[in-house]
C-alpha cells in the first residue's frame, strides 16, 4: 500500500470515528457541525408569559380557578420543535447541555414571584414522564428541572430543592394534547407525599401544548398542601394564525427521527 493511499485510508477512519463522537448536524435546522447552531440556539430567547395562549391554564370563572404563571423560553415550532424533538426521542444526547442552560436562564424571572409562605425549601418539580420513557433514560424533564432548580437556588434568599414528586396514573399515557380527557385532568397526575400546607412548588415542563399536562400537576401539588406558584417550559406550542413558518432544510435523517417520535 502506497504511503499516500494509507493516509487517505486513516483520513477515513478519522472521519467516521468523527462522525460517531462529533455532532454530524444542527438539531433544529441541519447545518453540519454544530449541535445546535447560534441562529437556532437564538429562537430560545427571554422568558414570555404564556398561558393565556393555553387552554387550561388561563384560569376561568365557572368553576373559579385563577391563572397559574406560565413562562416558555420559545415557541414550539420550526427548528425549536425538531429540537426538542430530537432531545426527547433520545437520538441527540448532546442537546441535554445548551438546553438546560437555556432553561436555566428562566429563573431569572423567579425572585418577583414568589416568597416562602410555609418552612422548608422552595419545591421545583418536574411534570411527570411516561413509565416507558423514565425507564429508558430518557426523563428530560427532570434534566430542565435540575438545572433550572441549581439556577433558581442562585437567585433566591431560602433554600430551593428539586423534588421529582409527580407521577402519571396509570391510563393517561396520552395526556399530552389530549382535550378530549380535560375533564379529567385534574385526577390524572398524583403527588407521592404530603406536603408541609403552604409550600410553594415551581412547576417545569417541556412544552406546553394546551396546558392540560401542568394543570393536573398543580391539582395534584394543590391537593397535597402545596401552593403552585408559577410554571416553566422550554417551549409553548404556536397559537392558531400565528403563522410560524417551518423551516424546510431539515435533513433526511432529522426528518427520520421526528417521524419515529413525533
Ligand atoms: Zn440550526
Known sequence: MSRSSRH????????????LVLPQECAGCGRPDRVLCRRCRAL?????????????????????????????????????RHTVLAWKSGGRPDLTGPLTA???????????????????????VPAPSGAARRRAGRFVVGDLADAFGRAV???????????DLLRRRSGSGHLLGAAARSRDRAQAVRCQQRLSPG????????V???GATLAACRAALEESGAIVAAAFALAVTAPPGSGVIELSAVSKETQRTLRSVD
Open 8 to 19: 487517505g485510508e486513516l483520513r477515513g477512519v478519522a472521519r467516521a470515528f468523527g462522525r
Open 44 to 80: 430560545f430567547g427571554e422568558p414570555q408569559r404564556c398561558e393565556e395562549l393555553t387552554q387550561h391554564l388561563a384560569g376561568s370563572q365557572d368553576p373559579p380557578v385563577a391563572p397559574l404563571p406560565t413562562w416558555a423560553l420559545a415557541t414550539y415550532a420550526g427548528p425549536v
Open 102 to 124: 437555556e432553561m436555566a436562564r428562566a429563573a431569572t424571572v423567579v425572585s418577583p414571584i414568589e416568597s416562602p409562605t410555609a418552612p422548608g425549601p422552595v419545591l421545583v
Open 153 to 163: 437556588a442562585g437567585v433566591s434568599d431560602g433554600p430551593v430543592a428539586v423534588v
Open 199 to 206: 409550600t410553594v412548588c415551581l412547576l417545569v415542563d417541556d
Open 208 to 210: 406546553v401544548t394546551t
